[in-house]
């Protein structure tokens, strides 16, 4: 599939109150960008600079290969092992799908600007993306503020679905509280007697979430947090880091880590054969919340014994994964990735709930994924729930190995942490994502019937709007004007933007 580029010149323009000064590309829809009786328009933001380019190329294949096959191209992949789904692999209510692709420079000033173009010139109805969270919650904000779905590529921290959370969007991937939880949980089961606990914490949000997930659990069964250390995000060499853990007693080392760090941490654990010790009677253990394909290829063999987690990894042979891998392999003659995986299946989420809906109307799509249960993904029985838009699913606990072929087989699977496990109430996550937003409507969802029950017009009027969706909701009210200020610097303009990329016709 050859993709060609186009540049577009806009003026400038600051929406300071989105809703209120932001016209839907069709005046006469219901909502933000209606699509034409032919086809319907994705708009998928990835990192194709910036230190998250590698990922961001895995996350364009798939959604590419999403498109491909709820299309018809193709074997029709995950399409085949969904339930329940809606899907027949031709198009999305009978419209052929179409994407266009920007830059997010890992960035979310740059992202939330060359989004605008895609919502106000390109009549997307969807956006898709976000390597890093950051640029996941700007995005968001930006779809709340203009009336359109935003389903959530990779994203970790907790703040996608918690404080900085909004109606109009969905996250798949695990969060820094569910994958920490999850591993610390993994371990107590697995070394029965406790431990003595040593955390090297990334010294951003992202890093100190993970370490309260872990000593949450940690603590409450027995084991002792010995220390617990700040890192810098510039630091490249970790060696009087790791040094003063020999010397404390510890014998367990979580690395609250990402990325370069992790690798050059591991490096640095590895030069001072921290993993060959012997303390307090018993073997040093090293864990770290996430693995990622980019970390584990940086690493290699590095991550011999360390545990971690996965959203997805191409290790997992249940039906699901075996298909995706397949179509995925024989598209692009490589293995996916964990970040791959959760944007093509966000893709399909979303064009299964306009399925189910019967209409593109972006708060109905919002009320249908409320509640969803759906399975056939890769990743067992999953649920996003209503209160947060955080999907819950059991959690894989992943160890590394160094008599791996391949960077895949770099990773196995440790065991499994039931959903149960990682569980959480949505108030403990200052979740409050208000009303959805249509582009013309705010949209009250009834939270015992899941019905979208009243449409309020930013202008006064209130409307009663029908739908056949159904499902419980979770709910309350915020100002639209609140919103400008999730993700740093939510100015739409109308801007100079280079890389905009179109999706060729696909033969019918």
Known sequence: MKVTRRSMLKTGAVLGAAPLLYSPRTPAANFTNMPDAESVKLGFMIAESGPFADEGAEELRAFQLAVEHIN?????GMINTMQPTRLQGNGILGRRVEYVVADTETRPSVATENASALIENEGVTMLSGGSSTGVAVALQGLSQERGIVFMAGLTHANDTTGVGGVKNGFRHHVNARMSSRALATHLVDKYAEPRKVYYLVADFNWGYQNQAGFSEVFESNGWETVATVA???SETDFTSFISPIIESGADTLMMCQYGANMVNMLAAIDR?????????????????PLYSDLMVRGAATLIDGVYGTANWHASFTDSASEAFKASYSSRYNRAPSGAAHTCYVQTLLYADACERTGTFDPCRVVAALQDHQFSGLGNGSCFYRAADHQCFKDVPIMKGRADAGSIPELLAVDGVVPRSSVEYSAESSNADHGQCFNGVDLVTVNETSGNIVEGINPGGSSTDIETETSGSSGGGSIALAGLAAVGAGLIARRTNISAVRKSPKIAE
């Not at 018809?72 to 029709?76: A, F």
């Open 72 to 76: 018809g191209v193709g074997d029709g």
């Open 272 to 288: 001072l054969g921290l993993k060959d010790l012997q303390v307090n009677g018993k073997p040093f253990i090293v864990g770290l």
């Open 231 to 233: 890192t810098p995000l």
